[in-house]
């Protein structure tokens, strides 16, 4: 069974640095694609990356483009979040998806089977 556990987030300042981890504790998710979603308040869940089970394709949000990156441990069991000169409208709730790799889009939130609990990311002006 995947479960999704996300972990890193927190308060940082505009500008600075934050590296979000997603980890599967049944270690079943090595063939998966992996997407990193974010919901601010009042908002809809919006995508924000995705990277192939393979870790050879990878996708951004036109917003975050060039300052986040996804990536995958060598082991591929934990997908990361690096996410570097961070603004204000960043602040979300940030959650990490799963979903067996058969290509298609990795973009919208209903392509994703499973879902961790999430974790606040916060920057201040």
């Known amino acids: 069974q995947v479960q999704l556990v996300e972990s890193g987030g927190g308060l940082v300042q505009a500008g600075g640095s934050l590296r979000l981890s997603c980890a599967d504790s049944?270690?079943?998710?090595?063939?998966?694609?992996m997407g990193w979603f974010r919901q601010a308040p009042g908002k809809e869940r919006e995508f924000v990356a995705a990277?192939?089970?393979?870790?050879?394709?990878?996708y951004y949000a036109d917003s975050v483009k060039g300052r986040f990156t996804i990536s995958r441990g060598n082991a591929k069991a934990t997908v990361y979040l690096q996410m570097n000169s961070l603004k204000p409208e960043d602040t979300a709730v940030y959650y990490c998806?799963?979903?067996?790799?058969?290509?298609?889009?990795?973009?919208?939130?209903?392509?994703?089977?499973?879902w961790g609990q999430g974790t606040q990311v916060t920057v201040s002006s």
């Open positions: 998806a799963a979903r067996p790799d058969y290509g298609g889009s990795y973009y919208y939130p209903a392509e994703y089977n499973y």
């Open positions: 049944g270690r079943t998710f090595s063939t998966y694609a």
């Open positions: 990277i192939s089970w393979s870790g050879g394709k990878t």
